[in-house]
């Protein structure tokens, strides 16, 4: 029995290992950034060309007309691979691997290439995403591809309130009213709020849990907080 299960662990991890895979690995990088996103290739059949689009976001990424394709996954320094990539419309490239000589993109796993990107100031998670993928085989067939998007995070706080005036109306000398402010963090990073300047003579800011902690600065607002 110990066997068994011992053999039929061994084809699982086969199976996955040989699972032919085109993917977008995720990242996290600040606002108004340059990063590289990464493609990973994986196949247990040599293919002889590849063709995909990168669709995202054009509004808030920009494609800076710049890529690295890596020769490793590729065959090494034999390899005479040549990429094109083309920016169809915003929000939208075509690229496609292949070899002048016909030599093939050989079986194994590792990333294909990178391509270099700068991002907005708007704060969120971005899909990076695969479509029209064209993997060509020796015999002229084609392989076909499990597709793996990608996620992008902008890091960046955001710092929003919930409301903008209060009135208080009319209060009774010596009476103490209450008004809870609530300030938040929808952003994908931590918000650091300080107070440069008070001229609240007359009021006081406290924890809203018990009323008489006073509040310090600065106050660190966790991501979604």
Avoid: C
């Avoid at 995909?52 to 007309?65: I, L, P, Q, R, W």
């Avoid at 090494?76 to 040549?82: E, F, L, R, T």
């Avoid at 209450?178 to 609240?200: A, C, H, M, R, Y």
């Amino acid at each position: 029995m110990k066997r068994i299960i011992q053999v039929i662990l061994l084809l699982i991890g086969v199976t996955l290992y040989s699972q032919d895979t085109l993917s977008v690995k995720d990242g996290a990088y600040g606002y108004d950034k340059d990063f590289a996103l990464d493609l990973h290739l994986t196949t247990a059949t040599a293919i002889k060309a590849l063709q995909f689009d990168v669709k995202y976001d054009g509004d808030n990424f920009t494609y800076k007309s710049s890529y690295n394709l890596i020769k490793a996954r590729l065959g090494g320094d034999s390899s005479d691979h040549v990429i094109t990539v083309k920016e169809v419309v915003s929000g939208k490239l075509r690229i496609l691997i292949y070899s002048p000589s016909n030599k093939t993109i050989p079986t194994g796993n590792g990333k294909l290439l990178d391509l270099s990107f700068h991002n907005s100031k708007n704060y969120g998670n971005y899909t990076f995403e695969l479509a029209s993928v064209v993997a060509s085989k020796e015999d002229n067939t084609n392989l076909s591809l499990e597709k793996e998007n990608g996620t992008i995070t902008t890091l960046a706080p955001h710092f929003t309130w919930n409301t903008n005036n209060h009135s208080f109306g009319s209060i009774y000398k010596d009476a103490t009213v209450d008004f809870q402010w609530v300030i938040s963090n929808p952003g994908t990073q931590e918000l650091n709020i300080s107070l440069n300047k008070t001229e609240l003579t007359k009021f006081s800011l406290t924890q809203w849990s018990d009323k008489s902690t006073p509040i310090t600065w600065p106050q660190k607002i966790a991501a979604n907080g």
